[in-house]
């Protein structure tokens, strides 16, 4: 075995690409995209490195084409659920022992395998399954989570070097011990990034996870699954069950051994689940971890003094891009009445030349919302927006699910700021803008302060610094990740740590140290080199 004070090599962020028209990788994901649209792929279960079917499947279909099924996905049973569990345990007693720059190198592999021969293949199925543009899914299934991989794997290091003082007659040093037990990770629809770290950083740092993806991105998970499995990732070290969320969970938070939750979803699925972790905690051996991100209203404030081509650029990106279906992304807005009238312009000039479609044709933006409860839901605010007085569709409106789950990019402008679509989150295409007097800027930012349960992200926009300043402060408990003068999305690992706090959940931060914190047990041990042999101090004379 060797020996040594190990260096890793220092994390970068991965370039993005462009996938202009005739460059290489847009020839390469277009090719991946068509053979695994127009083919079948059958997904099981994944225990113990081994690859489980059930009697019990359901199909998959891309949300911009829903009639039409790419494969299948089996659903588990409590017995296999039991088997995660009982092999993860099993997998710890090595997996947890292992050298941690052996862990390392199983994850700086997976992060190159992604940048490399998987990139093409994970971009086409987050496009086909999540029904991402192709930008959407580089710097999401691509770039983020090849970032995640590799800065974790430094800030892992950076952990372990934190030592204690030591003196001459003694020798302090801690330990970063695995969780006791197994971890539970949850993971949403839509971001494969997300769905690759959760599991993964909480196994870097030594833990053994039972994962359950969301069933509406099995499809990429099972991409991310073979890159762990080539990358060298033990069996039982990461088991994978899809199915009944509630007999899962029940399942697993029934176990003595359960040490901790990592979640991005819902807030109304984290506080049911930090329920039941409450109502159980007298059967656990430990204090579980929790971690959860949960749900965002996001905000632009817009002051008299932003230009009004940036600020229409921002609710544009950030409402829109990836339909909107991001924790982070901009559905409520507050513009300075002297400039509404330009953002309103340039807003509606940019959403002209939007085009919606399938992802595989790249000339579109938009693609089609996740599925059609989804698009009901949208649909549904729409509709009663086009019937109420305080509320005006300045853009968009429409919508189809004929074919694919289509809401058009949709931006409602309202003269009540406690209107339902600034209040509730959405998560798709719609933005609700409220429009303030210049001289109520102080009032409207305790108004967005007040407005929502969320503070995940947010925005001010302005040229004036006593203006960016005042909502700074102001805004201080409104969004975990707050943006001057940009749109309230798009952090990137290892520059912008991502979580917020309120009902947005734990502000645990992904893509940072802090977040692998959460994953450790210190142990300090103190070795003292001569050890007393008498008793009596001498203040006893």
């Not at 021969?117 to 999401?140: C, F, G, L, V, W």
């Not at 499995?229 to 069996?235: Q, Y």
């Not at 005006?392 to 919508?399: L, Q």
């Not at 289509?406 to 409602?412: Q, S, Y």
Request: glycine fraction near 8%; charged fraction near 20%; aromatic fraction near 10%.
């Amino acid at each position: 075995m060797g020996k040594g004070f190990f260096k890793v090599p220092v994390a970068v962020n991965e370039p993005v690409k462009t996938y202009a028209p005739g460059s290489p990788e847009r020839e390469a994901v277009i090719a991946e995209y068509s053979k695994m649209f127009r083919g079948k792929v059958d997904v099981p279960l994944y225990i113990n490195g081994k690859y489980v079917t059930t009697k019990n499947t359901k199909t998959m279909s891309p949300p911009h084409d829903h009639k039409h099924v790419v494969g299948t996905y089996h659903l588990a049973e409590k017995n296999h659920v039991e088997d995660a569990i009982a092999t993860a345990l099993e997998a710890r007693k090595s997996w947890s022992q292992m050298p941690w720059e052996h862990r390392a190198g199983i994850f700086l592999k997976a992060a190159e395998l992604i940048a490399g021969p998987y990139r093409a293949k994970i971009n086409a199925a987050t496009m086909i399954a999540q029904s991402k543009t192709i930008h959407q899914a580089e710097i999401d299934s691509a770039c983020e989570l090849i970032d995640f991989l590799r800065f974790n794997v430094q800030f892992m290091t950076e952990i372990y070097q934190d030592q204690p003082q030591s003196t001459s007659d003694a020798w302090n040093r801690v330990e970063y011990r695995p969780l006791e037990g197994f971890t539970y990770a949850v993971t949403p629809f839509n971001f494969t990034a997300i769905a690759g770290n959760l599991p993964s950083c909480m196994a870097l740092m030594g833990n053994v996870v039972i994962w359950k993806p969301s069933n509406h991105q099995v499809y990429s998970a099972k991409v991310i699954m073979d890159v762990f499995e080539e990358a060298g990732v033990p069996p039982g070290v990461i088991n994978v069950v899809f199915g009944d969320a509630a007999m899962i969970t029940d399942t697993i938070m029934a176990s003595p051994d359960f040490s901790g939750l990592h979640y991005t979803g819902s807030t109304s699925v984290f506080q049911n689940l930090w329920k039941k972790i409450g109502n159980n905690i007298a059967n656990y051996k430990t204090y579980p971890r929790i971690v959860g991100e949960t749900g965002g209203k996001d905000f632009i404030v817009a002051h008299k003094t932003a230009d009004a081509k940036q600020v229409a650029t921002a609710i544009v990106r950030g409402a829109f891009e990836f339909q909107g279906q991001k924790c982070s992304a901009a559905s409520r807005g507050y513009i300075a009445k002297s400039i509404w009238g330009d953002v309103k312009k340039h807003v509606i000039e940019d959403l002209k030349t939007i085009k919606m479609g399938s992802p595989e044709d790249m000339d579109n933006f938009v693609t089609a919302v996740i599925h059609e409860a989804s698009f009901d839901k949208l649909a549904n605010y729409i509709d009663q927006a086009k019937k109420d007085k305080n509320a005006t569709i300045i853009a968009g409106g429409n919508y189809d699910k004929s074919k694919g789950y289509f809401i058009e990019p949709t931006v409602i402008e309202t003269t009540d700021p406690k209107y339902p679509t600034m209040c509730t989150e959405l998560f798709g295409p719609v933005m609700t803008v409220y429009v303030y007097d210049d001289k109520d800027f102080s009032k409207t930012l305790k108004l967005v302060d007040e407005t929502s349960e969320y503070a995940l992200t947010g925005a001010i926009m302005a040229t004036d610094r006593y203006a960016i300043d005042e909502a700074t402060k102001a805004l201080q408990n409104s969004a975990g990740n707050f943006y001057i003068n940009d749109k309230p999305t798009g952090a990137v690992v290892g520059q912008q740590p991502f979580g917020g706090a309120r009902a947005s959940g734990t502000n645990d931060k992904a893509g940072s140290m802090q977040n692998l914190l959460r994953w450790i047990s210190p142990r300090l041990i103190k070795e003292t080199f001569v050890t007393p042999t008498d008793y009596r101090y001498p203040f006893l004379g």
